[in-house]
Nanobody, 123 residues
Framework: QVRLVESGGGLVQAGGSLRLSCAAS????????MGWFRQAPGKERHFVATISWNGVTFYTDSVKGRFTISRDSAKNTVYLQMNSLKPEDTAVYYC?????????????????WGQGTQVTVSS
C-alpha cells in the first residue's frame, strides 16, 4: 500500500520559514514526478510546485523566488522549503506523487496523495 506522509507544518509569523517533508512508502518514486499542492479555507486545491525524476522543477507564480522544492530519491522523500511566508500562504499543504514513471510533469487527482499538513502564517 502506497502512503505519502507530510510533516513540518505549523504556525509561523509573516516573513518566517518552514520546511515541509513528505515521506513515501510502499513503492519507490525515484523515476516519477512528485509535488506539492495547497488548499486554502473555502477554496479549491491548487498547484504549488513539482519536481520530476531528473530534477526539472515547476512553480506557481505566487511562490517563485520564495519556495524551493527538492527531493532525496534515496529516502523516497520530497521537500518544500518555504521562505518569506505571507498570510496568503495559509493553507493545508498536500504532497502528491505521479503513478506513472518517466517524463510526466503534471499530477492528477487519480495519482497518489497525502493527507495534508496545515500551514498557518500570521500577520
Amino acid at each position: 500500500q502506497v502512503r505519502l506522509v507530510e510533516s513540518g507544518g505549523g504556525l509561523v509569523q509573516a516573513g518566517g520559514s518552514l520546511r515541509l517533508s513528505c515521506a513515501a512508502s510502499g513503492r519507490t518514486f525515484s523515476s516519477a514526478t512528485m509535488g506539492w499542492f495547497r488548499q486554502a479555507p473555502g477554496k479549491e486545491r491548487h498547484f504549488v510546485a513539482t519536481i520530476s525524476w531528473n530534477g526539472v522543477t515547476f512553480y506557481t507564480d505566487s511562490v517563485k523566488g520564495r519556495f524551493t522544492i527538492s527531493r532525496d530519491s534515496a529516502k523516497n522523500t520530497v521537500y518544500l522549503q518555504m521562505n518569506s511566508l505571507k498570510p496568503e500562504d495559509t493553507a493545508v499543504y498536500y504532497c502528491a506523487a505521479k503513478k506513472k514513471s518517466g517524463n510526466y510533469y503534471t499530477i492528477d487527482t487519480d495519482d497518489y496523495w497525502g493527507q495534508g499538513t496545515q500551514v498557518t502564517v500570521s500577520s
